[in-house]
């Protein structure tokens, strides 16, 4: 005969809450607004390659250029954003989900790029980066020699 939960909650379920509302008080909860890795405040971000070139997408909703900070070094990108908390008299907030703060996110790149050429884009909240390829990443085409 199957266990059945009527009036009570699974002890799955109730398990789950328990460990959310203990590491909530260790790591704060994610709707406060913080940028650490792993909670949801992480903005979402896209990569993928399109012919010789690696495209980076980010949603930044309500950033500035000035507040972004790109940069290229080996086979990594590094991306920092700075999005402070604005000085409003007399606010309270009942529910806050868009972070706020400082947040730095480093990928590693599928290929090396030329640092030289890479260009970045902001509009309507989403940073596009075009991160072209270094010549030694590219393909290449091997001759092959007849042994005649």
């Known amino acids: 005969m199957p266990l059945r939960y009527r009036g009570l909650r699974h002890p799955a379920a109730q398990l789950r809450d328990e460990m959310d509302r203990l590491l909530s008080g260790f790591l704060g909860h994610p709707s406060e607004g913080s940028w650490t890795p792993g909670s949801r405040g992480q903005p979402a971000v896209n990569l993928w390659e399109q012919g010789d070139t690696l495209m980076a997408e980010l949603e930044v909703p309500g950033v500035t250029p000035e507040q972004l900070d790109i940069s290229v070094v080996g086979g990594e990108l590094t991306l920092r954003v700075d999005r402070?908390?604005?000085?409003?008299?007399?606010?309270?907030?009942?529910?806050?989900?868009?972070?706020?703060?400082?947040?730095?996110?480093?990928?590693?790149?599928?290929?090396?790029?030329?640092?030289?050429?890479?260009?970045?884009e902001l509009k309507d909240g989403i940073l596009t980066i075009t991160l072209p390829k270094a010549e030694g990443a590219k393909p290449r085409k091997i001759e092959i020699a007849s042994a005649s």
């Open 84 to 120: 402070q908390i604005p000085a409003e008299e007399g606010l309270s907030y009942h529910r806050r989900e868009r972070p706020t703060g400082s947040f730095t996110r480093v990928l590693r790149l599928p290929a090396d790029v030329d640092g030289n050429r890479v260009q970045a």
